[in-house]
């Protein structure tokens, strides 16, 4: 069974930082170090956007919306992969969730307000 759970999600005011960090267990852990994984978020009412993607290259890509500001990490000894998230605006509050291959997480709230 596979297994991806986020932390890290939280309350932060604008301006703010935090990090998200993303663990794979089961079958997830399994493929790990051959597959491409992502970060997507879904605010109320609007379609789930990526994030930040990291292909089986190492190759990062950012969205436009974030980058400059969210810096895209990978642990392999810990087999975690982290988001951390700077500068952070009230438009960044959603759920996020990670994504390892095909298997994805439950999500973790972000909320960015006074």
């Known amino acids: 069974q596979a297994q991806v759970v986020e932390s890290g999600g939280g309350l932060v005011q604008p301006g703010g930082s935090m990090r998200l960090s993303c663990a794979a267990s089961g079958r997830a852990s399994t493929i790990f170090d051959q597959s491409s994984m992502a970060w997507y978020r879904q605010a109320p009412g609007q379609l789930r956007e990526q994030v930040a993607t990291r292909n089986i290259h190492g190759t990062i890509t950012y969205a436009n919306f974030v980058k400059g500001r969210f810096i895209f990490s990978k642990d392999e000894k810990k087999r975690t992969f982290s988001l951390q998230m700077n500068n952070l605006k009230p438009e960044d509050s959603a759920v996020y969730y990670c994504?390892?291959?095909?298997?994805w997480g439950s999500g973790t709230q972000v909320t960015v307000s006074s």
């Open positions: 994504v390892i291959g095909s298997f």
